[in-house]
């Protein structure tokens, strides 16, 4: 299931540096960070109110959008796909209850 996400994270870090004319990705991460974030929680919104509205298509398309986004912004910020995965799996059979507290300490 992840392959899809390790492709289009593969095709953002390819558009890194690419022709912002020539790609949507490229004008993304040509605008910063800042703005790469700024699109993902207006993506984010709009899932948000597909799901609220009980409108199952939308949020699956709302819900693409998301991680593409999610993934755009990672990669302004110079973050793997394959770090994410890793704390992910790092947490994996760790109650989030246990896992909260241990980042108060």
């Given at each position: 299931?992840s392959?899809?996400?390790?492709?289009?994270?593969?095709?953002?870090?390819?558009?890194?540096?690419?022709?912002?004319?020539?790609?949507?990705?490229?004008?993304?991460?040509?605008?910063?960070?800042?703005k790469?974030?700024?699109?993902?929680?207006?993506?984010?919104?709009?899932?948000?109110?597909?799901?609220?509205?009980?409108?199952?298509?939308?949020?699956?398309?709302?819900?693409?959008?998301?991680?593409?986004?999610?993934?755009?912004?990672?990669?302004?910020?110079?973050?793997?796909?394959?770090?994410?995965?890793?704390?992910?799996?790092?947490?994996?059979?760790?109650?989030?209850?246990?896992?909260?507290?241990?980042?108060?300490?």
């Amino acid at each position: 299931m992840s392959a899809v996400l390790e492709r289009l994270a593969a095709v953002i870090a390819a558009r890194k540096g690419a022709d912002p004319a020539s790609s949507h990705t490229a004008g993304l991460l040509a605008k910063g960070a800042g703005k790469c974030a700024e699109k993902f929680g207006e993506e984010a919104v709009e899932a948000i109110v597909a799901a609220a509205a009980g409108d199952r298509a939308a949020l699956r398309y709302e819900a693409a959008d998301v991680l593409y986004h999610l993934l755009v912004m990672l990669a302004a910020r110079e973050v793997t796909l394959e770090e994410v995965l890793a704390e992910l799996e790092r947490r994996e059979g760790v109650s989030g209850i246990a896992e909260k507290a241990a980042r108060r300490r």
